[in-house]
């Protein structure tokens, strides 16, 4: 009989030694810990991790499997329920570090099943919608800064590079109006790239990088 503490580490501010000073901090003596490095909960469900998988194989009837919270084991409410009764079914026991919950399939007492079942469904309904509200927490973060850049390159220029260089090259040749004719562009364009051609190659610049 063992007891492995399941470690999934998707941020640069998580460790799997840290978790593991925190359940051993709860009183948890741990055998080993299985850990998955850089995993989103969100995207890959544990029986698809690298040590997920190993988890799966190395775990006995008997066995106690510790995690820091049900969010470790992954962010889909189907995933979460069906791994945690999947583990119940081979007799391991899951407890989890924070609020010591403990999930044990050897319950045969109807009220407590139907607390125990009840506890598994909100808890994996919690996990999921933490990982929504990161994920659109992240979508926003993303639009943020991209919002932000767009205000530092300022307004998009309204020629393209191969416009611009037209400009250029027949201003020596051609007035503004025939000029305007032949980019598509209008007088007042092809009026201030001509005063100010730096400024103008210096707009693209920040666009097309």
Partial sequence: MQTILYARVSTADQTSAHQRTQAEAAGFKIDAVIADDGVSGVSTILAERPQGKRLFDMLRRGDVLVVRWVDRLGRSYADVTETIREFMRRGVIVRTVINNMTFDGATTDPVQMAVRDALIGFMAATAQAQGEATRE?????????????????????????????????????????????????????VYRILQSPADAEAALGRWEA
Avoid at 138 to 165: L, M, V
Wanted: proline share 2%.
């Fill in 137 to 189: 927490a992240q979508k926003a973060g993303i639009a943020h800064a991209r919002d932000r850049a767009d205000a530092y390159r300022g307004r998009r220029p309204s020629f393209t590079r191969e416009q611009f260089q037209t400009v250029r090259d027949r201003s020596e040749l051609v007035g503004v109006s025939e000029i305007a004719r032949e980019t598509g562009l209008s007088r007042q364009t």
